[in-house]
Nanobody, 116 residues
């Protein structure tokens, strides 16, 4: 079965950095684009970044462009989200997700809190 396990969240000061990881299993990782979403308290879940299957390109939400970088290692079945210059408004639960044959699968999420 499809499994997505995020890690790397935590508490960081404004201006700091975090690197999220998502380990995937149960499907052919290299054939699927991977996405990161986030959900802040009281807000809808929003798309942060989508990394193409080969990792050749990544699309970003305007709110994170220039600060976040999405990458993947198909040999390790892992996708990453490097987050720099973090702001308080980046505080959210971050989810890794994949869409396979019309169904979207989600990880359990990892909490990122940006606060001084």
């Amino acid at each position: 079965q499809v499994q997505l396990v995020e890690s790397g969240g935590g508490l960081v000061q404004p201006g700091g950095s975090l690197r999220l990881s998502c380990a995937a299993s149960g499907f052919t990782f290299s054939r699927h684009a991977m996405s990161w979403y986030r959900q802040a308290p009281g807000k809808e879940r929003e798309l942060v970044a989508t990394i193409t299957s080969a990792g050749g390109s990544t699309n970003y939400a305007d709110s994170v462009k220039g600060r976040f970088t999405g990458t993947r290692d198909n040999a390790k079945n892992t996708v990453y989200l490097q987050m720099n210059s973090l702001k308080a408004e980046d505080t959210a639960v971050y989810y890794c997700t994949v869409r396979i044959v019309g169904k979207r699968y989600w990880g359990q999420g990892t909490q990122v809190t940006v606060s001084s």
